[in-house]
């Protein structure tokens, strides 16, 4: 069945809340509306108020009542319904959701989720368009996952709300609405942890995660044009890191390139070229390149085609890889 | 040229003052604002407030010898933890601050293991389950969140209002004067508000954010801030045991009946500086801390159970009573001093474990890596980065 990542996600989350009275749905406007995206349309009509809740508006209050939640036994899943509306959370992320786990001794475990639509290229007005990732996956405690397309929106948010660890859930929002085949029970899902490969190679290695899959697999497709053969790995969890996957294939190619629409600089790309030049050093036939955003706010909707990375900059840098 | 600001309402007191049943002379007389609760086992009152003065009084002194790094003082606020604890059904859950030695005590926590944060031998120091005592947390008012959550929980558990008094739970969280400017705290109070939930919010309003008084925080009384939030906030006297348990009491029960939430001031005074690490008389005159300490919650009740007919009116309690607690203070201080020098140092390897459910690989190799270090031996115990070799 070909269906959007949205409904994916929806079906996703319909699956986990049938399949545990513990898992709740909380956020903004998510219950009657469904989500500014649909993402939830229909849930609380199906399961009731009192597990798809709308919540007042204050992102510190829904994960820090989701904290309390997780307490009590439940398994709630935040929406922050934009990624630059996360920030008022913060304090319950990172110093509060990301180390009870650890203070307790392993006492207390709270499996909260907390979903983010991210990245740009909608047209949108600021604060609507950001990569808040590396802020997140630079927590210990936290588990930080993307998915690039449907079959993994629906696989990969029932295991994250299987997971007993917190888990920050990032949605590439431009791609929510693309079509994708998603089959259900008879396949088993990779774990949410394992990066996989999309595309296999031989000359280059391009990684890449949530909104630059796409623009990734499509360079590949151009570039095989011109005869060179580019490896597509899609890193689906930053953190763990599935270092394994990217190893092997850097290994074979020698060329690594990293695309991601977070900025450049301390951004994701910065921990990925540090362990590939460590464990691959002597395989190495260039440079780790990234492809990035820059380390600019994000731009006006009018300039975000330019500024964002696609499918010519990855080609160029890959020229350039290959020109080692 | 600005308009002059009308005064602020002065930081604690509505117009008819907190509610008070003690006076600091020991004299017990009724309040038409709140009942009197029946049946209150006033010497097991003075007991646990005495005991916890103590276990304070000790802590001070082992931050003093080294062997705590840092201690924050309850002194003055016995009266208000101890009364609002006794409040508490078993059930109910609690979600304290860092200065709730009391509330701890009266949960029936092992002392020590309220040191153990501020030895540095652990992050946590007990399990929240076992007493349904919280951890302590020290970002100020992020803890009244967690409250809120809890108490969604308990709703849709069906614990609240179902009219069985052995089932239905409300939740405690304290939070201090200064925790009332944060915005989680709003939050918190907005949410529980919005939900009615069974939450009772205690704030000790000992005056003093460090070195803040009440009057940088807010223009009107604590209690009356709830009313915007539309719910009952109620102001008792913080040093008058009887008024916290009574007021407590009545606001969980309202709680645990599906009443909703209430905000309730005690009104009292942090004698110490803030902790162990602060100066106070940097800030404050020492002449506020001396009238504050004339109101002291211990001795009045002291007076009270001292006086003719004090207690049940068999006459004043006799010498026999304080030298038993005495005897329990050099028990309890000997339980601390030994029980925090016995707390072990850490394993190195428990900085990594429960980080995750599951060890990741890369935080299994950082271990290895950290322990292979370790065990060279190239950094031996104590010796500092740097030093000779």
Redesign the interface.
């Known amino acids: 069945m070909s269906i959007s990542m949205v409904k994916a996600l929806n079906n996703g989350l319909r699956k986990a809340l049938a399949d545990d009275p513990k898992v ?1 749905l909380m956020g903004e406007d998510i219950g009657r509306l469904g989500g500014v995206f649909r993402v939830t349309d229909g849930l609380q009509k199906e399961f009731g108020s ?1 597990r798809v ?1 709308d ?2 508006l ?1 992102e ?2 829904i ?12 398994r ?1 899943v935040c929406e922050i319904q934009f990624d630059g509306f996360v920030y ?1 959370a913060v ?2 992320i990172i ?2 959701l990301a ?11 709270l499996p909260v989720v907390i979903r983010i639509p991210f990245g740009g290229g909608i047209g949108s007005i600021e604060h609507h368009s950001e990569s808040p990732e590396v802020y997140f996956a630079h927590t ?2 936290l ?1 930080v996952v993307t998915c690039s397309n449907p079959q993994d929106a629906y696989d990969m948010i029932r295991q994250a709300v299987d ?3 917190p888990v920050i859930f990032l949605e590439p929002k431009r791609h929510y609405w693309t079509k994708g085949e998603v089959t259900d029970e008879t396949s088993t899902p990779t774990p949410f ?1 394992r990066a996989r490969v999309l595309r296999a190679g031989t000359d280059a290695t391009l990684i890449a995660y949530g909104p630059m899959v796409p623009a990734a697999l499509e360079a590949a497709d151009a570039a095989a044009e011109e005869g060179r053969s580019v490896e597509v790995i899609d890193l689906r969890s930053l953190s ?2 599935d ?2 996957t990217v190893r092997e294939s850097v290994h074979r190619t020698g060329r690594a390139l990293v695309a991601h629409e977070a900025s450049l600089s301390h951004g994701f790309g910065a921990e990925l070229a540090a362990r590939i030049q460590q464990e691959e050093f002597h395989f190495l036939e260039a440079p780790v390149l990234r492809i990035t955003g820059y380390d600019t706010p994000y731009p006006p909707s009018r300039l975000e085609s330019d500024w964002l990375p696609g499918v010519d900059r990855i080609l160029d840098a890959l020229d350039h890889s290959l020109s080692y | 040229m600005p308009r002059k600001q009308a005064k602020p309402t002065a930081g604690a007191e509505p117009a008819d003052g907190p509610i008070q049943f003690l006076s600091p002379d020991g004299l017990l007389e009724p309040d038409s604002r709140l009942e009197l609760p029946p049946a209150v086992d006033l010497l097991a009152l003075y007991r646990d407030m005495a005991l916890v003065r103590r276990l304070d009084t000790e802590a001070i002194a082992l931050q003093r010898q080294g062997e705590l790094g840092l201690w924050p003082s309850l002194r003055g606020q016995e009266a208000a933890q101890v009364g609002a604890a006794y409040a508490l059904a078993e059930q109910d859950m609690v979600f304290p601050t860092y200065r709730e030695h009391g509330v701890a005590w009266c949960r029936g926590l092992d002392p020590v293991s309220l040191l153990g944060l501020f030895r540095g031998s652990t992050l946590g120091g007990w399990n929240p389950y076992e007493r349904r005592f919280g951890l302590y947390t020290l970002v100020i008012g992020a803890q009244t969140l967690h409250a809120v959550g809890y108490g969604m929980g308990l709703v849709r558990d069906d614990v609240v209002g179902s009219g069985d008094d052995t089932r239905d739970t409300a939740v405690l969280v304290f939070l201090g004067d200064g925790a009332l400017s944060e915005g989680e705290t709003n939050e918190a109070f907005l949410w529980a508000a919005a939900q009615n939930l069974p939450v009772v919010f205690f704030c000790q309003n000992n005056q003093w954010a460090i070195s803040a008084p009440y009057s940088v925080q807010s223009r009107v009384p604590v209690a009356q801030r709830a009313a915007g939030f539309g719910f009952p906030g109620v102001s008792v006297d913080g040093n008058d045991v009887l008024a916290c348990l009574a007021a407590t009491r009545e606001a969980l029960t309202r709680a645990r009946s599906g009443g909703g939430p209430t905000l309730i001031e005690a009104v009292t005074y942090r004698i110490n500086a803030h902790t162990t690490a602060d100066d106070a008389t940097r800030y404050r005159p020492s002449a506020e801390t001396d009238e504050w300490a004339a109101k002291d919650p211990l001795e009045r009740l002291r007076l009270h159970l001292t006086a003719s007919g004090g207690v049940g009116d068999t006459g004043g309690v006799g010498e026999e009573y304080f030298a038993d607690i005495e005897r329990r203070e050099q028990e309890l201080a000997e339980h601390l001093r030994a029980g925090c020098r016995a707390l072990p140092v850490p394993d190195h390897a428990s900085s990594f474990e429960n980080t995750y459910a599951d060890m990741p690989a890369e935080l299994k190799r950082q271990l290895a890596e950290h322990s292979e270090f370790l065990a060279s031996g190239f950094l031996a115990a104590g010796q500092e980065i740097g030093a000779t070799r």
């Open positions: 709740l009192l809740i919540t007042p204050g510190a209050g994960v820090g009542s989701a904290i309390g939640l997780a307490l009590r036994g439940y709630p008022p304090n319950q110093s509060q180390k009870l786990r650890h203070r307790s001794g392993g006492v207390i475990t210990a405690g588990k997971d007993d660890d942890d763990p890191l270092l394994d």
